[in-house]
């Protein structure tokens, strides 16, 4: 294998908040394979999703484009995902690669492939997450609903037999590929921590014994929110959740961070049974974050750091140095086109994504732009929104309202201070504003919403995706902790070849 064309396995899990590791410093979650990669190599800490939604965003990784610039504009934009939008998987292909996905990736249910040569493990379902597939006694805590924190605690949910059937079936690979012949890149898509936010009982018990209950937030703080913020609030109800059934959920989510770690651990493992570690470079990320209960609010679909920040671990022995970290400001559709210039592939054309190899090698990169958008266009009778982050600024734009929130995140971390309204920052407000109606319009984009929920109506009985064997027993039930043996899962989930 020439040296210029290492092995690349791109782990990219779902939901899983930036700070909730122990790299990152956080004081309770043990996660011992993500902090090994860290310690090995190099951890970005300004990183973004394009949409803090689980589909577009990930069309938008693999496309290097922001989700108004391919038309995937929700979560029921999948079938939009036009096979004719080059992704990284094509051009690794074009470069002499296997490329191969294993898991997660919602490209359901027109194209199970977008340029991925492999698909060895399928997704859940060709259209959503029903509750055969989730636990019939899960069904609604999957989604930003209420019943979602309110249930939280210790069993069993589909989410996590499905991360476990993954993650062997990436083992599986690993293990049996033969070495001698042309590079792979595998993508392993988890769906932990996603909710349910239901985790193994012992993993619940740890974490019951040593997560505080929160702080509740300062008195007239909800009234001085930005009023797009209220509302995403009073549509999700978190505000009538108590701090002691917000406490029980923190638990139970950093429960499944931990359970997501293990597998990770798996497959870092499975390289090194290989041998192959020099010549095998690591990544980890994830599609958006969640709240965590930051700000009192729990899931995604917002431009707090919790929701829109991601983690982005990258490990490639004597190629980048260990135990650094990167403070430059990137986004998830940068990771394609970083994947690429490893590679030595062939760049995607006419994108905005850009390779961040030289940051990983330690070293700089003179014209990066040091910016990044984050779009959102709308769960719950949300309305379209815009983010950017650029340099220490970030600016939140919410069309319902016309009106911005800015925060300075070298002085306000936490984003507790809302300067929009303070003149002194006027200026900077509107030369924010403007690099956001450079490239977005909220207009255009109902417009488009429209056109395509029209056509949906239509094209949602077709196409199919792959499920995991016997689907039936993918179920969860919070009441119990021992109905699903993780023993007795299937070892050949279903795969597709072209």
């Given at each position: 294998m020439p040296p210029e064309q290492p092995n690349v396995v791109l782990i990219i899990s779902d939901q899983h908040n930036k700070h909730?590791?122990?790299?990152?410093?956080?004081?309770?979650?043990?996660?011992?394979?993500?902090?090994?990669?860290?310690?090995?190599?190099?951890?970005?800490?300004?990183?973004?999703?394009?949409?803090?939604?689980c589909v577009p965003s990930r069309a938008s990784f693999m496309a290097a484009q922001y989700p108004s610039?391919?038309?995937?504009?929700?979560?029921?934009?999948?079938?939009?995902?036009?096979s004719r939008t080059p992704t990284f998987a094509h051009a690794l292909g074009a470069a002499g690669y296997e490329s191969v996905l294993c898991g997660r990736m919602h490209f359901s249910p027109n194209d199970p492939f977008h340029g991925f040569e492999r698909r060895i493990h399928g997704d859940h379902s060709a259209h959503s997450i029903t509750p055969e597939i989730l636990g019939s006694g899960l069904n609604r805590t999957n989604g930003q609903t209420r019943y979602a924190v309110e249930i939280a605690g210790h069993?069993?949910?589909?989410?996590?037999?499905?991360?476990?059937s993954v993650t062997q079936t990436a083992c599986d690979f690993i293990h049996q590929r033969d070495q001698n012949s042309r590079p792979y890149a595998l993508v392993v898509g988890l769906m932990l921590p996603h909710n349910p936010l239901i985790c193994t009982k012992t993993d619940y018990d740890f974490y019951d014994k040593r997560v505080p209950t929160p702080e509740p937030e300062p008195e007239n703080y909800i009234a001085r929110l930005h009023p797009a913020v209220r509302k995403w609030r009073e549509r999700r109800g978190v505000d009538k959740l108590s701090p002691e059934q917000n406490r029980r959920a923190m638990a139970a989510y950093m429960g499944l961070v931990t359970e997501l770690d293990r597998n990770v651990g798996r497959i870092l493992e499975a390289i090194e049974d290989t041998g192959l570690v020099g010549s095998t470079v690591v990544m980890y990320t994830s599609d958006h974050g969640d709240m965590c209960c930051e700000h009192g609010m729990w899931w995604k679909s917002s431009f707090y750091e919790g929701s829109a920040g991601i983690p982005f671990l990258a490990r490639w022995p004597d190629h980048f140095p260990s135990g650094q970290e990167r403070g430059a400001i990137a986004s998830l559709i940068d990771v394609g086109p970083t994947v690429l210039d490893i590679a030595a592939a062939p760049p995607l054309p006419d994108v905005l994504g850009k390779s961040f190899l030289?940051?990983?090698?330690?070293?700089?990169?003179?014209?990066?732009?040091?910016?990044?958008?984050?779009?959102?266009?709308?769960?719950?009778?949300d309305e379209p929104s815009c983010m950017i982050r650029a340099d220490q600024w970030k600016l939140n734009y919410y069309s319902e309202f016309d009106s911005c929130q800015l925060f300075d995140l070298s002085s306000d971390p936490e984003e507790r201070n809302d300067l929009a309204g303070n003149s002194e920052y006027r200026i900077i407000v509107n030369q924010l504003k403007s690099r956001i109606d450079e490239r977005w319009s909220a207009q255009a984009i109902l417009e488009a919403q429209a056109r395509q929920q029209r056509a949906s109506e239509i094209l949602k009985g077709s196409g199919h995706a792959p499920i995991p064997h016997e689907v039936e027993d993918f179920v969860g039930d919070p009441e119990s902790d021992n109905h699903f043996d993780f023993e007795q899962l299937p070892s050949k989930p279903v795969g597709l070849s072209r």
């Open positions: 909730v590791m122990g790299c990152a410093g956080h004081p309770h979650v043990r996660t011992p394979s993500l902090d090994s990669l860290s310690e090995q190599g190099v951890r970005m800490t300004d990183v973004y999703c394009p949409y803090p939604l610039e391919i038309g995937v504009y929700d979560n029921g934009g999948s079938q939009f995902f036009s069993g069993r949910s589909g989410f996590q037999a499905f991360d476990r030289n940051f990983l090698n330690g070293k700089t990169i003179p014209d990066w732009p040091n910016q990044v958008f984050c779009e959102y266009s709308g769960l719950l009778g």
